[in-house]
């Protein structure tokens, strides 16, 4: 893996280049940009210790290093295998639209009447209600017209998940030997049944 060059490290604004600031560095230190693949320590060698095909398994493997005193900051946990799921949670038609931009609505018309009921000299109460009424019926109007505008095309709702096909717990090179050492003591122990 080739590392990068010095310049292609810099960003607009970086400290101490071209065109960047000359503020000190703040109480977190000096801003970098991250290197390496997103490894334990980033920009650091890392060991692939071992794989599993379902995350909590890898997180009992990483948690079987820290009961064990290993350093586990020096460790991740890295999904690879990426699958973009879309789940389809049910057909979109302009009334649920409108419902669901009620909804929304009415969230903000509650956080406008909030606001402006800490001011309010009278009822309070009714100020967030008007508020809140308010912004349900707008919400449910703006929620039906950019359904209409989709003129079909998207007439359902869904959510998007990501999902790995394996999960790999990787550590740094550095500590590769004690983590291979406690991998090994951890399967050689019987498996604990679940509570």
């Known amino acids: 893996m080739a590392t990068p060059s010095k310049s292609s490290t810099a960003w607009p604004g970086m400290p101490g ?3 960047g600031s000359n503020l000190p560095p703040g109480p977190s230190g000096t801003p970098s940009m991250p290197s ?17 095909p379902d995350y909590p398994s890898a997180q009992r ?3 079987f290093l820290a009961d064990n005193k290993f350093p586990v900051e020096h460790s991740a946990i890295i999904g690879t295998n990426l699958t973009l799921v879309e ?17 929304t609505g009415a969230w903000f018309g ?16 009714a100020v967030i209600i008007v508020a809140l009424l308010i912004g349900a019926v707008w919400g449910a109007v703006f929620g039906a017209i950019a359904h209409a505008m989709t003129g079909g095309r998207r007439d ?3 959510m998007s998940s990501l999902r790995a096909g394996q999960y790999a717990v990787t550590v740094d090179a550095d500590f590769a030997e004690q983590a291979r050492q406690l991998f090994t003591r951890m399967n050689w122990q019987p498996a604990q049944s679940a509570h």
């Open 36 to 52: 390496g693949d997103g490894g334990p320590q980033m920009g650091r060698p890392a060991v692939t210790m071992a794989s599993y």
């Open 17 to 19: 280049m071209p065109g």
């Open 61 to 63: 493997a990483v948690d």
């Open 87 to 103: 789940t389809v949670l049910g057909r979109m038609t302009t009334v649920r639209a409108a419902l669901a931009g009620a909804a």
């Open 110 to 125: 509650l956080f406008i009447g909030l606001l402006f009921g800490i001011f309010a000299t009278a009822n309070w109460l």
């Open 156 to 158: 359902f709702s869904s």
